[in-house]
């Protein structure tokens, strides 16, 4: 997957956390998560870019390693709003999927740079 691919996907990721944050329902609850997890899905694609801008590989791997750990977190807030009973998991089963997905390729790439660095 390149560079591009990528910023896609990190973006509809943060597009769709947007989307769901939107259709929770207005408890006090649902708008803390909804804030975490709108903070965390949108920054996903925020530092992916930054990290394809990057000066040196050093600087690669910080940032990736940022959008690794939002995108992680994403998935944490995703996981409180269905065992909060807020969202059914079938709901965010897709969202989820692709959450675990960008997780696995920034960890991969992450790896991949850290090992170029040796």
């Avoid at 870019?49 to 750990?69: Q, T, Y």
């Amino acid at each position: 997957m390149n560079s591009n691919e990528l910023k896609t996907r990190t973006k509809q990721f943060g597009l769709r956390a947007i989307k769901l944050v939107e259709d929770l329902p207005a408890t006090k609850t649902a708008n803390v998560i909804g804030n975490q997890l709108l903070r965390a899905g949108t920054s996903v694609d925020a530092n992916y870019r930054s990290a394809c801008r990057a000066r040196s590989k050093p600087d690669f791997i910080s940032k990736a390693s940022i959008a690794l750990e939002e995108a992680d977190e994403s998935l944490y807030w995703m996981e409180l709003l269905t065992e909060a009973g807020i969202v059914p998991a079938e709901k965010l089963d897709s969202l989820t999927k692709e959450g675990d997905e960008l997780v696995a390729i920034l960890t991969a790439s992450v790896k991949t740079a850290r090992s170029h660095l040796k």
